[in-house]
C-alpha cells in the first residue's frame, strides 16, 4: 500500500472540498467541476490502500467498475463524471446545472454518500461535515 | 523499387509500447468504418474476439441504447453513435437544457456494465448532450461515420 500516495490524495480531498463552499453560487458549474475532483481523490485514496493507482480517467473508470469493493460508489460517480467533463464547455453551463440542483442532488444525492462510502473502505471514522453553500443568487 | 513480404509485415506491425495509443481505420468490405487503438487491437486478437462478433456486439449494445432512448423519450430526442479517437460515443442528446440526472443514472449503469465488458464492445463512453448546444460536442464532419435513431 502505497501510504504517501493515500494520504496525499486525501489532504488534495479536503483542500478540494473546502473549496466548493467559497465559490459563489453565481458558479455551480465550478461547485459540481469541484465535487468530481472531491471523488476523484477519495476514490484514489481508496485504490492507492489496494496497490493501484489510476494514471488517467479511463484507467480509474475500468477500476472502479471493476471492482466489487467500489459497486456502490461506482454507480455515484459516473454521473459526477459525465456532469463536469459537458458543463465545462458549454455556453450556458448554468442551465445545464443550476445552483438548486448543488445541495440537494450533487451533495446530498452524490458526494455525500461517496464520501461515506469511501471513509468506510478506507476504515477510517468520516469527518461528515456538510458543505455549508451560499445563499442563492 | 522491389518490396518484399518481410518489409510488408514490417510496415504493418502494430507495437504496443510505439502505437499503443495511435488510432487506426479499420475498413472492412462492407464500406463500414470503426476506429480503434492499437493497444484496442492487441486486446481483441488476445481475447480472440473476432471482427464480426465485436460488430454484432456494438450492433446489440445500438438496438439497447435505441430502446434506453425510447424509455427517455420524454426528455431524449436522439441518440447517436460515433467513433472518435478509438473510443465508441453513445450520445443521448436531450431536449431540455438541464442535466437529467434520472439519465445520467441509467446511463452510469450502462456505463459500468461496458466497462466490466470492455472486451466484448471496445471503449465505449456514454453521457448526454443538450440539443441547444449539439454542435459544441458534434462535428459537422462525424456525423457521416454516426449511427443515428431517428
Same mark, same amino acid.
Given at each position: 500500500?502505497?501510504?504517501?500516495?493515500?494520504?496525499?490524495?486525501?489532504?488534495?480531498?479536503?483542500?478540494? %472540498?473546502?473549496?466548493?463552499?467559497?465559490?459563489?453560487?453565481?458558479?455551480?458549474?465550478?461547485?459540481?467541476?469541484?465535487?468530481?475532483?472531491?471523488?476523484?481523490?477519495?476514490?484514489?485514496?481508496?485504490?492507492? %490502500?489496494?496497490?493501484?493507482?489510476?494514471?488517467?480517467?479511463?484507467?480509474?473508470?475500468?477500476?472502479?467498475?471493476?471492482?466489487?469493493?467500489?459497486?456502490?460508489?461506482?454507480?455515484?460517480?459516473?454521473?459526477?463524471?459525465?456532469?463536469?467533463?459537458?458543463? %465545462?464547455?458549454?455556453?450556458?453551463?448554468?442551465?445545464?446545472?443550476?445552483?438548486? %440542483?448543488?445541495?440537494?442532488?450533487?451533495?446530498?444525492?452524490?458526494?455525500?454518500?461517496?464520501?461515506?462510502?469511501?471513509?468506510?473502505?478506507?476504515?477510517?471514522?468520516?469527518?461528515?461535515?456538510?458543505?455549508?453553500?451560499?445563499?442563492?443568487? | !523499387?522491389?518490396?518484399?513480404?518481410?518489409?510488408? /509485415?514490417?510496415?504493418?506491425?502494430?507495437?504496443?509500447?510505439?502505437?499503443?495509443?495511435?488510432? &487506426?481505420?479499420?475498413?472492412?468490405?462492407?464500406?463500414?468504418?470503426?476506429?480503434?487503438?492499437?493497444?484496442?487491437?492487441?486486446?481483441?486478437?488476445?481475447?480472440?474476439?473476432? &471482427?464480426?462478433?465485436?460488430?454484432?456486439? +456494438?450492433?446489440? *449494445?445500438?438496438?439497447?441504447?435505441?430502446? *434506453?432512448?425510447?424509455?427517455?423519450?420524454?426528455?431524449?430526442?436522439?441518440?447517436? !453513435? +460515433?467513433?472518435?479517437?478509438?473510443?465508441?460515443?453513445? /450520445?443521448?442528446?436531450?431536449?431540455?437544457?438541464?442535466?437529467?440526472?434520472? *439519465?445520467?443514472?441509467?446511463? $452510469?449503469?450502462?456505463?459500468?456494465? *461496458?466497462?466490466?465488458?470492455?472486451?466484448? &464492445?471496445?471503449?465505449?463512453?456514454?453521457?448526454?448532450?443538450?440539443?441547444?448546444?449539439?454542435?459544441?460536442?458534434?462535428?459537422?464532419?462525424?456525423?457521416?461515420? $454516426? /449511427?443515428?435513431?431517428?
Amino acid at each position: 500500500m502505497a501510504v504517501a500516495d493515500l494520504e496525499a490524495h486525501l489532504t488534495q480531498y479536503h483542500h478540494n %472540498r473546502r473549496l466548493i463552499a467559497l465559490l459563489p453560487a453565481s458558479h455551480p458549474d465550478w461547485m459540481v467541476t469541484v465535487a468530481f475532483y472531491c471523488c476523484i481523490h477519495l476514490i484514489d485514496a481508496v485504490l492507492a %490502500r489496494e496497490g493501484y493507482q489510476p494514471v488517467d480517467h479511463k484507467s480509474r473508470n475500468r477500476a472502479i467498475a471493476n471492482s466489487n469493493r467500489l459497486a456502490f460508489i461506482a454507480k455515484l460517480y459516473d454521473p459526477l463524471y459525465q456532469l463536469p467533463r459537458k458543463v %465545462r464547455y458549454m455556453a450556458a453551463p448554468l442551465e445545464w446545472v443550476p445552483f438548486d %440542483r448543488i445541495g440537494p442532488i450533487v451533495l446530498g444525492r452524490y458526494l455525500y454518500p461517496i464520501e461515506k462510502s469511501a471513509f468506510r473502505l478506507l476504515g477510517r471514522p468520516e469527518i461528515h461535515e456538510l458543505i455549508d453553500l451560499p445563499t442563492e443568487i | !523499387m522491389t518490396t518484399n513480404a518481410g518489409d510488408n /509485415l514490417a510496415a504493418g506491425r502494430i507495437d504496443v509500447g510505439v502505437d499503443g495509443d495511435r488510432a &487506426y481505420v479499420l475498413s472492412p468490405l462492407d464500406n463500414d468504418r470503426f476506429v480503434r487503438t492499437g493497444k484496442q487491437i492487441i486486446e481483441a486478437c488476445q481475447l480472440h474476439i473476432g &471482427y464480426e462478433s465485436w460488430k454484432q456486439n +456494438l450492433a446489440d *449494445l445500438w438496438e439497447e441504447v435505441k430502446t *434506453l432512448g425510447r424509455l427517455h423519450r420524454s426528455r431524449v430526442g436522439q441518440v447517436l !453513435m +460515433l467513433p472518435r479517437n478509438g473510443t465508441v460515443h453513445v /450520445l443521448f442528446v436531450t431536449d431540455g437544457g438541464s442535466f437529467d440526472f434520472d *439519465l445520467a443514472e441509467a446511463l $452510469a449503469e450502462l456505463n459500468i456494465r *461496458l466497462r466490466r465488458q470492455e472486451g466484448m &464492445y471496445g471503449d465505449v463512453e456514454a453521457s448526454q448532450i443538450p440539443k441547444g448546444e449539439f454542435g459544441r460536442f458534434v462535428e459537422a464532419s462525424e456525423l457521416g461515420d $454516426a /449511427l443515428k435513431s431517428v
